[in-house]
Each structure stands twice: as structure tokens, then as C-alpha cells.
């Protein structure tokens, strides 16, 4: 069992469309963090969120932390195709030692143009 | 301003090698962790090292061991190559005391591939 599950593991849309990805746990995390990675690449950080109903925006990016920080979700507006990568959330549960980040297996975006 | 280089960017092995994988952290960063990320999966947590020693252990067996040297970069090794051991290995750099939202800075990882 996934301790962080991402959905949909795969998408595809169309340039100028608008798509939210989803991070789910049974845990409890102090904070979340959602990375891109690019093929050949490292994952790259694009926000952590720490406090429970926050919300984080980064341009076209709309990062929100559930209430009860169990889940966490990712809004695209506008997609482009820069967007492309695998989108990666990332924690550290309440009942794990800080230093140990555990990784949902990604959402893989595809935006056509 | 580097950030994290690892080296080699590619390696191939067979089974029963050992293997070296290294790690230079971004400057200003004291502490190193590695992941290794199986083909399709998220990376999975392998260990962190901060003060020369290792802090925390993910749940991989002893074949997998590390250091880190007074000038904070960091060492990979794994013994007894098993073709599951093929994947992509990442380590990740941080600033001690920032807690559970430390950023992880990530290098471009080494490729390693078990014939």
C-alpha cells in the first residue's frame, strides 16, 4: 500500500485546458511538498504547503493543503505545453522521523499543443 | 551557484558488482539524502546523512551503505548487484534545521542499469 496515492497516474489534455491533480493519504503530515520532474532530470520543488486548508499559488499553478492534512491537490489553468512532466507530491508523516520524505509514484501530464 | 552534481550520469554493472555513486550537495547545504527511483515509481527514501553520519535509514537492506565526508558530499555504494537494483538513484541536498519543510534540492541522478 502507497502511503501517498496520486491520481490519475497518467493525463493527457489539450493545450489551454484546465486539470487538477489529486494527493491522498490515511496519514496525517505536518507539511506536503509537490515537485516536476522533466525526463533525464531531477525533481525540481515547486511548493510546500504547512498549515491545513492553505492555498499556494504559482502563476497558473493552484496548490491546496486538505483541512485535515491528509490530501493535497494540484490546479492547472490553462495548460501549456511546458507544463508536460511527472508531477511528484511528497511528505513526511506525523509517525515518521522528519527527515524521511516519502514520495506518491506521480502524475505523468501530457499537454498537447 | 552549483547546485547538486552526481557522477556518473550513466553506468551499467552486472550482477554481483559493487558499485560508487557520488554526490556534491548545493553550497551552503550541510545535509544529503539519496533516493532511488524505479522506472514508473516516485523515488524512495535510502538514507540521509548530516555531521558524517547517518541519520535516518529507509526500509532498504544493508547492501546499501553511504558516506559523507567533512566537505558535505556524499557516497553511494551497493554491494551484490541484483538486476532489481536497476534504477535511477538521486540524491538530494538540504540545510539542517528547517525541519519537516526542508526543501530537497535534487541532482540529476545516476542512471545505473544491472545486465
Known amino acids: 500500500t502507497q502511503l501517498l496515492e496520486q491520481s490519475p497516474q497518467f493525463l493527457s489534455i489539450q493545450e489551454g485546458e484546465n486539470l487538477t491533480v489529486y494527493c491522498n493519504s490515511l496519514s496525517v503530515f505536518s507539511s506536503l511538498q509537490w515537485y516536476r520532474q522533466e525526463p533525464g532530470e531531477g525533481p525540481v520543488l515547486l511548493v510546500t504547503v504547512v498549515t491545513g486548508g492553505e492555498v499556494k499559488k504559482l502563476k497558473r499553478l493552484t496548490f491546496q493543503f486538505g483541512d485535515a492534512r491528509k490530501d493535497s491537490s494540484l490546479h492547472i489553468t490553462a495548460a501549456q505545453p511546458g507544463d508536460t512532466g511527472l508531477y511528484l507530491c511528497?511528505?513526511?508523516?506525523?509517525?515518521?522521523?522528519?527527515?524521511?520524505?516519502?514520495f506518491g509514484k506521480g502524475t505523468k501530464l501530457s499537454v498537447i499543443p | 551557484d552549483a547546485g547538486v552534481t552526481q557522477s556518473p550520469t550513466h553506468l551499467i554493472k552486472t550482477r554481483g558488482q559493487q558499485v560508487t555513486l557520488r554526490c556534491s550537495p548545493k553550497?551552503?547545504?550541510?545535509?544529503v539524502s539519496w533516493y532511488q527511483q524505479a522506472l514508473g515509481q516516485g523515488p524512495q527514501f535510502i538514507f540521509q546523512y548530516y555531521e558524517e553520519e547517518e541519520r535516518q535509514r529507509g526500509n532498504f537492506p544493508d547492501r546499501f551503505s553511504g558516506h559523507q565526508f567533512p566537505n558535505y558530499s556524499s557516497e553511494l555504494n551497493v554491494n551484490a548487484l541484483l538486476l532489481g537494483d536497476s534504477a535511477l538513484y538521486l540524491c538530494?541536498?538540504?540545510?539542517f534545521g528547517q525541519g519537516d519543510t526542508q526543501p530537497q534540492h535534487f541532482g540529476d541522478g545516476t542512471r545505473l542499469s544491472i545486465l
Open positions: 553550497s551552503g547545504h550541510d545535509t
Open positions: 538530494a541536498s538540504s540545510l
Open positions: 511528497a511528505g513526511s508523516p506525523l509517525w515518521a522521523g522528519s527527515y524521511q520524505l516519502t
